[in-house]
């Protein structure tokens, strides 16, 4: 995290828009199945019974999982190889420039540091010129620093329920809006309980911003 709000000290912001934070795995990019690929390469999968994935990578031939060390080795040899292989979710550029018409947009993403300029090519190249910063652990600290910055509204998109607490108890004013892109996953994991909303898709994901700031 020290790292990411070193980045945030150099961010330029327009004073008279509100401010869109959004993650970027399972929000703007495609995780979960093309993770699923990288391992079958492996000959290892993920067995998507939670959210976790530490725990949740196994071997094919066993069912047993990976230690925590060899964990750590998969998601860099995963960025390594894929980092540039990542899909767009559907409607996440169309509504995010929408969206930039009226906001600032922030991507605000957990990822290896050694990888993050690669993702920041990824979306320059797909449409999406906006500041990235590259983070690690809980958000919240991220959007309290974002929330000194700024008098105007803040939103924040995540898939990860633990990071809409982190950002609930650090900064409350700040409307969460919960968006899981996997079908599968977003089957699983319940709504996260310190969320303002749970969207479906981008469209409503501009809607619930767009009725908010009206309101």
Request: charged content about 25%.
């Amino acid at each position: 995290m020290k790292h990411a709000l070193e980045q945030l000290k150099s961010l330029s912001l327009n004073p008279r828009r509100p401010v869109i934070v959004t993650d970027a795995d399972e929000v703007i990019l495609h995780f979960a199945d093309i993770l699923s690929e990288y391992l079958a390469s492996q000959d290892m999968y993920v067995n998507f019974v939670s959210y976790a994935l530490e725990g949740n990578i196994k071997y094919r031939a066993t069912d047993e999982p990976v230690s925590s060390t060899l964990f750590g080795q998969l998601i860099d040899d995963y960025f390594e190889k894929y980092v540039e292989k990542q899909p767009l979710v559907d409607g996440a550029v169309h509504h995010l420039n929408r969206l930039s018409e009226l906001c600032n947009i922030v991507i605000l993403t957990n990822i290896p540091h050694d990888f993050a300029d690669r993702r920041r090519e990824l979306f320059s190249r797909k449409g999406l010129p906006y500041p990235m910063i590259s983070s690690s652990g809980p958000k919240g600290p991220a959007l309290d620093m974002l929330s000194r910055m700024t008098d105007q509204p803040l939103f924040f998109i995540d898939d990860i329920a633990h990071h809409h607490t982190s950002v609930a108890k650090i900064t409350p004013q700040v409307q969460r809006i919960q968006f899981i892109a996997n079908r599968h996953l977003h089957s699983i994991e319940t709504k996260a309980k310190d969320c303002h909303h749970r969207c479906e898709d981008w469209a409503e994901i501009e809607r619930v911003i767009r009725e908010t700031l009206l309101t």
